[in-house]
């Protein structure tokens, strides 16, 4: 099948190797963050994506084994942190999100988000309780690693390359200073089509990830930053998140990243 066919969701052969050298993520991880309440999940959770999809990651060894870092995902369908919490997991670390915070309300579902450490952000403002990157910060500078989606929300790029990025993971690196890692994945929307609630579930599905070198913050640490050096900044994150993807699937990006604004699109909620 071609890189266009799985563009749009057609279906994969799992037995054909597509990017070579890879690891695959097996069914176990290791590491020493990982609490009773993740195990717990993970040991129900982990199986059951495994009959779905396999993932395999290069670059696997660009991913901190310790310490704080900011990992920062495309993002094209609605199952990709199951995804990212997947991969992360298995390569020893715990998969901690800057989450929406409607999904903290839901009930049972919402007290083990908390319990796990998820952090909830409102859409356009910050947490009841407190400004999510200053949550963030807290998880950071403990030591451990926090997801944020760059994008926002899922892309709006009808090709689901990355779009236009918001500025919160370069906020959260730099005034935490720690090291912001790019990651992008490829094959969700073959288990999940973009705003489906529908799992795709034969045959097993692939899907590839590459982790990237950290993103050099270097030039806007230490000095004080305006909107224009954030936005400068993310440009960036978003460059190296989509050369990345571009590897993955071995078709060039759009010239420019997707900009919901001049499409006159809004940022939240379906637009198909």
């Known amino acids: 099948m071609s890189d266009a066919a799985r563009a749009h969701g057609g279906p994969a052969d799992p037995d054909v190797p597509v990017v070579q050298p890879a690891r695959r993520v097996g069914r176990f991880g290791r590491g020493k963050e990982k609490s009773a309440v993740f195990r717990a999940v993970a040991a129900v959770g982990a199986p059951l994506f495994d009959r779905l999809a396999v993932i395999e990651v290069r670059g696997a060894e660009k991913l901190p084994n310790e310490g704080a870092f900011v990992l920062a995902p495309n993002h094209c369908t609605n199952i990709d942190p199951v995804v990212v919490a997947r991969l992360l997991w298995t390569l020893g670390r715990v998969p901690r999100f800057l989450a929406k915070a409607s999904l903290f309300r839901v009930p049972v579902f919402g007290s083990l988000m908390r319990a796990m450490g998820h952090v909830p952000v ?21 030591g451990g690693g926090v997801i944020i989606y760059p994008e926002g929300t899922l892309t709006r790029d009808p090709d689901l390359w990355p779009m ?4 919160g ?19 969700s929307q073959q288990v999940m089509g973009r705003y489906s609630s529908k799992l795709s579930l034969f045959p097993r599905k692939r899907i590839l990830a590459a982790i990237g070198d950290p993103v050099d913050l270097s030039p806007w640490r230490g000095r004080p930053l305006d909107q224009a050096a954030y936005a400068e900044a ?27 604004h001049a499409k006159d699109q809004k940022e939240t909620g379906r637009f198909e």
């Open 234 to 260: 993310t440009a960036l994150v978003m460059r190296r998140v989509t050369e990345l993807l571009a590897e993955l699937r071995d078709e060039s990006p759009p010239a420019e990243p997707w900009d919901p």
């Open 164 to 167: 236009k990025g918001k500025s």
């Open 122 to 142: 409102e859409r356009g403002g910050p947490t009841h309780a407190s400004d999510p990157l200053a949550a963030g910060r807290a998880l950071a500078t403990s």
């Open 169 to 187: 993971a370069v906020r959260l690196a730099i005034e935490a200073g720690v090291p912001l890692v790019p990651m992008a994945h490829w094959g």
